[in-house]
């Protein structure tokens, strides 16, 4: 039932295993933490319900399952149909599977940026070749990683848009010297840019989630706001381009220029966005961007925190040995709670 909810797909029967039995199928759940493709970042609801339904663990609460948008509501053809399409050698879902080699961009939650996508052209040097059925690009030589059934998608920066580190901090880096990056705030999220017609490298701008009548079940959010600052081309600190780009659920994967940035009324030499997928950077909590090092829970009102973190905004370091923990706003409480109706997988 959880495979079917999250996908939107009626004829799903349950969630894939890798041939090894052990994992989830990456090419279904890229990103959960019990694949095995190397991207391990999300604790979902469908590794909780497999514990529920093994008998092994009781399992009440899912509260404590990670928000989790890999495929998420793209329905059956994405599960059951193909990565890539074969006739124009493209993407049938550029939100997550690239096409390109060369391509750059945003992994495909805008937690940060990517520079390269996971697409080789040598499984022939490698003593390999890409089995027929999956051959999407015309080539035994040519495809993604086997363990996502050579759908080649974009692979994740270490850098994340919310962190600061010791080659970043807030304001100060630029993707390509043209747009003034926010690293380590809450609501920073990768962005994908252009100009001309020309892709420039990503971006992490902050983004505000706005709705008329929030509803959780029913989309959450309606817009984002997108906020823009430009270099100024001669290196005014003083002439700084600022500008909000709203995007709605309609613009979704559209392109919106940044009327701050065109040269003259040539509207083809814009600076552009393009608009994210809305539940991916604002999911569907009335604050989503509560929580430093975790994410907010609307029915217990309070912060999950991610292991390894603690605090009413999870933006403590835990080192002790019971580091998932759930706080609210005045005190801590044991986590439990009853079910919130999400049936096993």
């Not at 979902?44 to 008998?55: H, I, K, N, V, Y």
């Amino acid at each position: 039932a959880v495979a079917r909810a999250h996908f939107g797909c009626d004829d799903l029967i349950g969630a894939m295993l890798d041939d090894s039995e052990y994992h989830w199928h990456a090419r279904m759940l890229n990103t959960e933490l019990m694949n095995d493709d190397g991207f391990y970042d999300y604790l979902s609801s469908f590794t909780l319900a497999l514990m529920r339904d093994s008998g092994w663990y009781r399992m009440d609460d899912y509260r404590y399952a990670q928000p989790f948008y890999f495929g998420r509501a793209m329905g059956c053809q994405f599960v059951l149909g193909d990565c890539i399409d074969a006739y124009y050698r493209s993407t049938n879902y550029p939100q997550f599977w690239c096409d390109a080699p060369s391509e750059v961009g945003c992994f495909y939650d805008h937690s940060r940026k990517s520079q390269q996508c996971l697409l080789y052209e040598d499984y022939f040097n490698a003593s390999a070749f890409v089995p027929i059925e999956y051959q999407y690009f015309g080539f035994a030589s040519i495809g993604g990683p086997p363990e996502t059934n050579y759908c080649p998608f974009l692979a994740p920066d270490a850098q994340i848009c919310t962190h600061l580190n010791s080659d970043s901090d807030s304001g100060s880096d630029s993707s390509d010297n043209m747009f003034i990056e926010s690293f380590g705030a809450r609501n920073s999220r990768c962005i994908e840019t252009n100009r001309g017609g020309y892709q420039l490298a990503p971006a992490c701008l902050r983004v505000y989630c706005e709705a008329d009548a929030f509803n959780a079940e029913g989309g959450g959010y309606d817009r984002v706001l997108v906020q823009v600052e430009l270099n100024d081309e001669n290196g005014d600190l003083e002439q700084v381009r600022r500008t909000n780009l709203t995007c709605t659920r309609d613009d979704e994967g559209a392109v919106l220029n940044v009327a701050a940035a065109c040269m003259g009324d040539a509207e083809d030499d814009c600076v552009t966005i393009t608009c994210p997928m809305i539940d991916m950077v604002c999911g569907a909590s009335r604050r989503p961007f509560a929580c430093e090092h975790g994410y907010f829970d609307d029915g217990g009102n309070a912060c999950i925190c991610l292991p390894g973190y603690r605090g009413a905004e999870c933006a403590q370091r835990d080192v002790g040995f019971e580091t998932l923990q759930i706080y609210s706003s005045n005190e801590a409480n044991d986590g439990g709670g009853d079910s919130d109706g999400v049936d096993d997988a």
